[in-house]
């Protein structure tokens, strides 16, 4: 194996060389370095597949129902990690998702023009935990929150592929998740679990145009600068419901549940402002993306 051991070497001799040269920590590297670079490449026990995501979001229990919307088509991304069987297939298990994002960019038409302008995402966007921009006009502003390569994982979940679904683990919901009060769910209420969607943001811009109107909406007029983190739940309907999301036999496209019996999509995002908002998506594999590793 070594080419200093030869055949006309004793065996009492190549035990010495060999121990002196293992006590070197600069050998002990080498060949360690050595041994891993002749290791198949599936040998990693997990892989990443990015996800785009076409989301769509529902606005209800407004003033007067003047605010009220379904707002589709709304870009975002997605990263999720799976494990790989010994021969580098993905296989059922423990999933993560490490990055999570949607852009919202609309104009509601009422007694007062909203303009919303915001990016949701878990945990960074572009690598930024805490921007600094707000409004489109602020230096920085992007267009997307594109994953970086963070490794912990934002939500856990198990994959069965046989059931073709993704089940999240335990997700304590706040009280005031499956409250009908309009008012009763902002960021500030606590869920818990490694099942919820943790360090989720929510950070731009809510532009109103209008007077009395903005003020019995919740907005000032003008802007109305966003920064807010919580996490949350992804629970489909009220308590006990399910808590998985359906994913295709070649793992390429993702769903939320739908068919709630009160008309909503599949989960409630919390809002400072009176009223209720909700949200639903769709993910399809992106296999342009360099976090695309999954065979």
Known sequence: MLAFVRAGCPERDQHAILMAMFARPYFVSIFMMTLLAGLPAHASD????????????????TYLGKGDALVKGLPGSMVIEYPLDKDGAVTDGKVRILHFSVFEKFTIET?????TTLHHFAPTCNGTAAPTWRSPKDKGFPIECAYTGDRQPVAVGKLSRESNAITWAKCKAADSYWAKDRSAYVPGDESKGRGCLNEMHAVGNLYCDGRFACKMGGLARGDNP????????????????????????????IRTPTGRKDG??????????PGRAWIAWIAERDDTSPHTTCP
Not at 47 to 59: E, G, K, P
Not at 233 to 248: F, R
Not at 264 to 272: E, I, M, T, V
């Open 46 to 61: 997990r892989c990443t597949i990015s996800y785009r995501v076409d989301a769509s979001l529902q606005l209800t229990d």
């Open 111 to 115: 007694v007062a023009d909203i303009t």
């Open 226 to 253: 966003k920064f807010d983190v919580w996490t949350q739940p992804m629970i489909h309907g009220p308590p006990g419901s399910e808590n998985s999301v359906a994913i295709s036999s070649d793992l390429r496209t």
């Open 264 to 273: 909503f999509l599949s989960y409630n995002l919390p809002a400072d402002s």
